[in-house]
């Protein structure tokens, strides 16, 4: 059985060696450098670069990160349950399956009525739409709120 | 598994101190299994060339083939200059790749830059130690296979976050944040949809899970019962996403960021990306025909019978009808995941998010708690030995319904509103990493 895991740490080897052989050994053989300090910047469309890249970005993001360790840790400890489930069932465990199965439906219950409360929430909604969160905060930013209906109805008169 | 890697490697220089190797648990299985270290090295060394040359030919057949399907779906005539047909076309292209220039850009982060290729393409190269091509032909037959398919595939996004992040560069940060946010997301559904399968299978092992499943075609995990059907729909579009296939390529798209994730990357860098994500494309194909068509069993029960009992001679004859068998759905998915590509069209980011939050996940908990509670109910065993035969029929009765459902409903197709770009009162802010800088 161990045997197996040192399969894979030669397999762990020899991929991170395939990836520097081909970049560092086989390519390097094959191809040119010719060094241009216009080569080097980052590409932004031929123009000059603006600034730097590494930037804050939207909290959104943030959000999704969150759902996802949630679930995929609920996935992780579902894991070992699935694989004892068949076990059990045919051991007759302690009232049936029907126990365990119970057992993991309070599990899963618990993170769905978590899952329910982001929905209802609106967290998993991707677009907020404007005129909603400002009438929600309720002060006077309407001008932006005005100037973006005005833009918004120009396409729809024109179609 | 960095940390059981961290584990092993402590554990080994704890035994190099003691200069007793073979107390060591690693070591001293090794050697109780294999006295003589060198046949099993060579026989791993053979290994990983067999695996290597068979991720570089399905990479040059798939991207061949995908030029192909796209050019006859578009009636065109595809790459027709280089070699008959333009078989070597892919080839020709690999041999450029190699041959071009090499740049780091200033602004990088040079070791990030350097070391994500190796993260993407390790993670997609070490899931193939567990895919099993035949009764003998796996690399490592591991207890805990399918976790270890699960873990490896999320290194990628470790990979890609760097790439992205070093690169510097806007195009690639808009890319890399959309990636992660689809890549992120869809491994639930996946998660959900191997728990459901671990569920009735009661192992991980990926040859384990196979052999479950032989027998008559109605044996497979695909027909179980009608929600591990479901499913297996729910796991290959999760994993259409995961590969950044179309319709949720957006992560890369063309017309919108210049190339995604990998803008600055050229030359064998880029080379190394392309290849993973043909290499995961095989790998998630497999996988579903592994877990929901039977692996390499053959869907005919006299076939797989003789495929068991077979020794000698017959045995690699057996192997043989194994890869076949697995070669022909696996490369049936990838040629599926083609035909998708050059259908739809591309969907909005918004539109990613709601296809995975609230359409697949809900439907993949209903998917783990139904199917689980059908397999408690009927015990496999409801009408005797037919039971499987009875499950395959109502599956495919249940999705004959539902579709003659969907045909029946008059859905106006309405292209202004599933495809129109968002307004901007619509949109709290950019859509994409807002640029502050």
């Not at chain 1, 600034?51 to 959104?60: A, I, L, P, Q, T």
Request: with cysteine.
């Amino acid at each position: 059985m161990y045997f197996d895991f040192a399969n894979v740490l030669v397999f762990l080897l020899f991929g991170i060696a395939f990836v520097i052989l081909n970049v560092a050994v086989l390519s390097r053989l094959m191809r040119p450098t010719i060094r241009q300090p216009d080569k080097d910047t980052a590409y932004e469309c031929g123009e000059p670069v603006i600034g730097s890249s590494w930037v804050r970005y939207d909290m959104r993001f943030y959000t999704v990160a969150l759902i996802f360790i949630v679930f995929d840790v609920e996935v992780a400890f579902l894991y070992p349950w699935a694989l004892v489930f068949k076990g059990l069932k045919n051991a007759g465990a302690p009232g049936g399956g029907m126990f365990v199965f119970i057992e993991m439906l309070v599990f899963v219950a618990i993170l769905v009525v978590g899952f329910l409360y982001v929905w209802v929430r609106g967290d998993l909604e991707w677009v907020k739409s404007m005129p909603e969160s400002q009438s929600g905060q309720g002060s006077g930013s309407g001008g932006t709120g005005e100037r973006a209906k005005q833009r918004d109805a120009a396409p729809t008169a024109r179609s | 598994m960095l940390t059981g890697l961290l584990l092993a490697a402590g554990s080994a220089g704890r035994g190099l101190i003691d200069l007793d190797l073979t107390s060591l648990p690693l070591v001293g299985e090794m050697l109780a299994e294999h006295p003589t270290i060198a046949w099993p090295l060579l026989m791993l060394a053979i290994g990983c060339g067999v695996v290597i040359g068979y991720i570089t030919v399905f990479s040059l057949l798939a991207v061949y083939a995908e030029r192909k399907i796209s050019a006859f779906m578009q009636s065109r005539l595809g790459p027709m200059e280089v070699g008959p047909y333009g078989l070597l076309q892919t080839a020709a292209d690999g041999l450029k790749l190699l041959a071009k220039e090499d740049i780091i850009p200033r602004d990088a982060d040079k070791l990030l830059y350097i070391i994500g290729p190796i993260f993407v393409f390790t993670g997609v190269w070490l899931s193939f130690v567990v895919l099993p091509y035949g009764p003998d032909l796996i690399v490592a037959d591991l207890n805990v296979g399918l976790l270890f398919l699960a873990a490896v595939a999320s290194i990628e996004v470790v990979g890609v976050l760097m790439a992205g992040w070093a690169s510097n560069n806007k195009w690639a940060l808009f890319g890399t944040m959309r990636m992660i946010t689809q890549l992120v997301s869809y491994e639930i559904p996946i998660g959900l949809s191997f728990v459901a399968v671990v569920a009735i299978s009661g192992s991980l092992s990926m040859q384990e899970i196979t052999l479950d499943q032989q027998g008559w075609f109605w044996n497979w995990y695909l027909f179980r019962n009608p929600f591990l059907f479901v499913g297996f729909f729910l796991y290959f579009i999760a994993s259409l996403a995961e590969t950044k296939r179309a319709p949720f390529d957006l992560p890369e798209a063309e017309s919108e960021l210049v190339a995604g994730f990998h803008t600055e990357y050229t030359g064998m860098r880029f080379s190394l990306f392309f290849l993973a994500e043909y290499a995961a494309m095989y790998v998630v194909s497999a996988t579903a025909a592994v877990l929901f068509l039977g692996g390499w069993c053959t869907g005919f029960a006299f076939i797989d019978s003789w495929m068991m009992e077979s020794a000698g001679f017959q045995r690699v004859l057996a192997n043989v009808v194994g890869l076949t068998s697995i070669t022909i759905k696996a490369w049936f998915l990838v040629a599926v995941m083609m035909w998708l590509r050059w259908t739809l069209p591309r969907i909005r980011l918004d539109q990613v998010m709601y296809v995975c939050l609230k359409v697949l996940l809900p439907f993949s908990f209903g998917v783990l708690v139904f199917s689980t509670l059908w397999e408690l109910v009927t015990d496999g065993t409801l009408f005797g030995d037919w039971w499987p035969l009875f499950q395959f029929l109502i599956s495919i009765g249940g999705f004959g319904l539902l579709m003659m459902n969907f045909m029946a409903k008059e859905r106006p197709y309405d292209i202004e509103a599933d495809f129109r770009p968002l307004r901007h009162s619509e949109v709290h802010a950019a859509p994409d990493a807002g640029a502050r800088g």
